[in-house]
């Protein structure tokens, strides 16, 4: 893309001189201004004080005022290509992910975009969205900020749909198959970006895909950087698409993320996402199924340490009969680290015959630590199966006692203890690369 | 020369609550110790105490290993040093792999008890600990990890040594594959001690009612392989009520206590005594008051 020019704070102006800049069309500069009506009309959500208003910490005020609305990629994007580890036998082994395509964001512009000849062959789209708008616009009509993530949610959702710049667009065909991941990487190095990455992916019928969404930064720059995310996934009929999403920002990024499936008749969707970075996340993590013999599935692990403060909103909804949902959330929490867990499974009055389940489990590592956790179900069908279950607890002292006795240290005691507690989110997790990924950054945490 | 452990005049308390009154023992490697007494005479204490558990503190009195106080230590270097205790009621780690924890356990006691690679026992080491993932997302992490797993026995050799005390003891491979202790039998816990204990190989070895909730195929399997174990090089001590897995063993001393304190010592044959006529007896000799270790 060309060069920047909605420079100055977050402003109408902006908004229309980014539209402008990109050459848009006209239904997507309207879009853009009646979503910067409604950013000026929403209120400031006061999501991070804790869903019941119990924690009393100071939590770092994020000044929206001071972001740049557009900020172009620089010249320090690190390494991306062989990050990957994976274990063979008890050799750990680096590895580069065959990859089916690659998009990388670095700060507001794509500068870089891949496609296997395979992929391309197959006829999958694979684009940024900026470049989706000029070549498939009736798609990006069709599926941005219509049916899913809509503009009037909240103030970011606002934001976003008024200012998103970049973003990932995955189209694929009717019947393609494909094994290796598309892989969309966001990278910001710049204090005082403002951030709107967004996704989205339709997959046709019988379709199946995987998708790996990171988020990363450099946190030596300091200042702060606002990403107000979103991901919009579709899946098609008899499709699968497994999402993967570990987010691993710098300490300097508030994060803002609204993630959600509509999922299709007998299509999955797998939400596979990782809470480690960042200074504050609130995700809004949604999955609903529309056709029925859907099935979605859920599985995150969160780990806040430090200041860290993870919020999380989940919902399984069930708005077709016979459709099936399994969400599990680990969350390990350490030194001043806070966790908000909203999680409900919805099971709308055509839901009958609905079968899905929610757990959340709760470790504390320290005494500063603070988590407060509310799982519930709304149900207004009949002759459905719905279960919640949740556990909250210390480390506990005895059992590393026990691995003490067997010459681990107190702190290769707990870090077992912890990398134990979230194997039964890890071990859950299908691909192999993201996998070692997130047992790997687990220990990094405990270090 | 054998290896000894010298309690000397232990006193323990709990919550300011004293429950050891002064135990004097010595335990030799390759030699079988027996600890008998009625429930809460404070066997399981004595046996935690000596690991180092941070619940009791130790108001006077010394325990000596290899002619150095250890009470100072924390249970890790303890066990650095040799000392090692099969837990009556082994805790439950879920998702922790048997092996692997097995193996980085091996590592650990192999290196032995060095002071300059243990670390406080702090969780806030570095930096606020938040640990997100910094601008150079190559190969540093990766790295991290390639070190750590390189620092570990050697996956053969370990596959060898598993291989070898699975054998000596009669178990599958499977039962090391699965996560420690999770989901175990009572039988199986107590066997999942005994095969540590055998790939540990520690010189003293507290095993603290290997023979309870047993029945008596799964006794006579424990009892077979702590009886394979022993060597020159392991002294044990075991703490039960029953005679029934002695037979396994060839015991040298049996001592029994009651309300924090030794009161008897002998040989293979005050075990048989106490199976035929009780503790009563004893309790008698020593002068002491019926039924006062409930209240422990």
Redesign the interface.
Known sequence: MSSPVAEGLLTLEAVEKLSAAKNEPEWLLAKRREAWTLYESLPTPDWTRGIRGWWHSAVKQLDVNTLQPFTPAGN?L???D??N?AEE????K?VTEVLAGIIVQYNSEVVRVELSPEAQAAGVIFTSLDEAVQKHPELVQQYFMTSNVKAEENKFTALHAALWSGGAFLYVPDKVEISAPFRVVFYA?TPQTALFSHVIVVTGANSKVKVIEEQ?????VGGQIMDANIVETFVGNYSTLEYYNPQ????NVNNFSTKRALLSTYSVNRWIVAL???DETRLDLESITQGEGARAETIGAIF?????HHDLKTTTRHSVPHTTGDALFKAAL??R?QYGFQGKIRVDKNGKFTESTLGDHVLF??EESKADALPSLDVDANDVRCAHGQTIGMV????I??????????????S??V??????VT?RVPLASVRERLR??I???M? | MADELVIKDLHVSVEDKEILHGINLTIRQGEVNVIMGPNGSGKSTLSNVI?????YTVTSGDIIFKGESILAL???R???RGL??A?QY??E????SAQN??R???T??RKGDVVST??P???????????????????D??N???RK?ESLIP?KEFREIMRKKLQLLHMEEKFVKR??NDGFSGGEKKRMEIL?MAV?EPKIAFLDEPDSGLDIDAIRIVGEGVSSLISPEMGIVVITHQQRILNYLEVDHVNVMMQGLIVKSGGRDLAKQIEDNGYGWIREEAGLAVGAEEDQ
Do not use: C
């Open positions: 320090a690190p390494e991306l062989s990050f580890v036998g008890d050799e750990v680096m190095d990363l930064s450099n946190d030596e691993e920002w710098g300490h480690f970075g960042s806040p340490t430090g200041d860290q350490r030194d680290g590592l320290s506990d002292d005895n059992q006692f026990y691995l003490q006795t067997r010459g681990l240290s107190r702190d290769e005691a707990i077992t203890i990398s134990g507690f979230f194997e039964q071990d790997l950054s220990a990094r945490k270090a | 690991m180092g558990h941070p619940r924390s249970a890790d303890r066990a650095k090692f205790l837990f082994p805790y780690v879920p998702g922790v924890f097995l980085t356990a091996l650990n006691i243990v670390k026992d702090n969780l806030d080491v570095v930096g606020d600990g938040s640990g997100g993932r910094k601008a150079s997302l190559g190969g992490g990766a991290i990890d390639r797993k996956p996560y420690l540590q540990l």
